[in-house]
């Protein structure tokens, strides 16, 4: 860093580094007795990674790649009852739903961001 060979954030490998989003979405709605929510999210990870440089492949390198691309959505229902005893008891029964909708996932062997192998 002090010789300007690298930045402060920096790498010796400027291929290294990457992308992650995660964006979403949520609705709730609550009656007297009922109430209902939902969720929608995306998410995204492209990230390039090089811990040990030469050390396994002194061909290729060690650079590799973590893939994972997906949508989650979800929604639950629920409704509130009371009870009368020697004290108020309150119910609360419902159903909550979730579906992980998983595009690509991988982990590979890659070298300046090109795909070798999979791992």
Do not use: C, M
Not at 1 to 22: C, Y
Not at 70 to 79: C, N, T, W
Not at 93 to 112: M, S, W
Request: a neutral charge; zero cysteines; aromatic letters at 12%.
């Amino acid at each position: 860093v002090r010789q300007g060979i690298i930045t402060e954030l920096g790498s010796l490998d400027k291929t290294l580094g990457g992308h992650s989003s995660r964006y979403s979405v949520s609705a709730n709605w609550q009656g007297q007795r009922v109430s209902a929510s939902a969720y929608l999210i995306d998410y995204k990870l492209d990230l390039f990674s090089n811990f040990t440089y030469f050390l396994n492949d002194p061909i290729n390198g060690d650079q590799f790649q973590q893939y994972d691309e997906r949508v989650i959505s979800g929604a639950a229902l629920g409704y509130t009852f009371s009870q009368q005893t020697s004290w108020p008891i309150e119910h609360r029964v419902g159903i909550t739903l979730r579906n992980d909708n998983v595009g690509e996932v991988g982990l590979y062997n890659t070298r300046a961001r090109q795909r070798l192998s999979t791992v």
